[in-house]
């Protein structure tokens, strides 16, 4: 199981964890306040977010080597 909580967390309480971030999610004041900051609400479920951390990875490294083909620089 891939998480941002050390290797050694249980899945139970990675599970838990999971439950009590998308129930603060739902929450209306929770989400007028990540409007405000232009923040998205994304809750998921830890298989999903370990399959998008594997694609978020294969896209960084993909246009990693465009931009340094095409020479582009930071402003």
Do not use: C, H
């Amino acid at each position: 199981m891939e998480s941002d909580a050390p290797r050694s967390t249980p899945a139970e309480i990675v599970d838990r964890l999971n439950k009590e971030i998308n129930a603060t999610l739902a929450y209306p004041k929770m989400q007028a306040r990540l409007a405000e900051l232009s923040a998205a609400r994304f809750a998921t479920s830890t298989a999903a977010f370990a399959r998008s951390r594997g694609f978020i990875a294969e896209e960084t490294e993909m246009w990693d080597k465009v931009v340094k083909f095409s020479g582009a620089k930071p402003d």
